[in-house]
């Protein structure tokens, strides 16, 4: 069945994919119509109602690590708002556990680690690919990127799809029902649960943290 994820046979096992170096929010889509929000304000809206304190350390574990505001730094949001690539400067907060002094980056659900494009973005991008007539050229034209980044977007989603799914019902699904299910209740009851199994946000490729100890901008 669609509606439950699958057993996540796949999943990596060196420490390094295991590395958590942000804290994620979810819980928006649920809420919300979320086609009809630009992605600026999808981050204004996720910043105000997420509760930092509800979160665990993803270091140490502490259920109460008492955060506390470290630092903040710019990147950039790029979404498809309507019918116009838009990119849009907004500012993540980093938080410090009090109990292992480790520091970590808020993100909200549809902002994929180490990428500028937001998770809508790239759905609507691979929901065109698989379903509408458009050549590979007019796609990368109305999206504005390239067919490299077209095709390593593709590669995430097929891995992430059978992540999600298990292998068996992967090779009965099809990407256009998949993407159709994640368009609905995925999107809204799921995404934390795949974080919560792989240690990793969907359709996230970048899993590492360099090895200096110096943050990365998630």
């Known amino acids: 069945m669609l509606a439950q994820p699958g057993p996540f046979s796949d999943l990596p096992t060196t420490k390094e994919a295991r590395c958590t170096p942000m804290i994620r929010g979810f819980g928006l889509f649920c809420k919300i119509n979320f086609n009809h929000y630009s992605a600026l304000d999808l981050f204004s809206c996720s910043m105000n109602t997420i509760k930092i304190h509800d979160h665990p350390c993803p270091t140490c574990g502490a259920r109460h690590p008492g955060w506390k505001r470290h630092a903040a730094y710019d990147r950039y949001l790029i979404g498809f708002d309507e019918g116009a690539v838009c990119s849009h400067s907004v500012v993540v907060t980093r938080f410090m556990c009090q109990s292992c002094r480790s520091t970590h980056a808020l993100l909200p ?36 990127i390239t067919p490299a980044t077209l095709y390593s977007w593709k590669a995430a989603f097929l891995k992430d799809k059978r992540l999600w799914l298990g292998a068996l019902q992967d090779s009965l699904t099809s990407a256009a029902k998949f993407l159709a299910f994640l368009s609905k209740e995925g999107l809204e009851h799921h995404l934390d649960e795949f974080f919560a199994i792989t240690n990793r946000s969907l359709l996230q490729t970048r899993i590492t943290i360099r090895g200096n100890g110096m943050f990365a901008p998630d």
């Open 109 to 144: 659900e549809f902002v994929i680690p180490f990428k500028s494009h937001s998770l809508l973005f790239v759905l609507a991008v691979l929901k065109d690919y698989f379903l509408s007539h458009l050549t590979v050229g007019q796609l990368c034209a109305k999206y504005e």
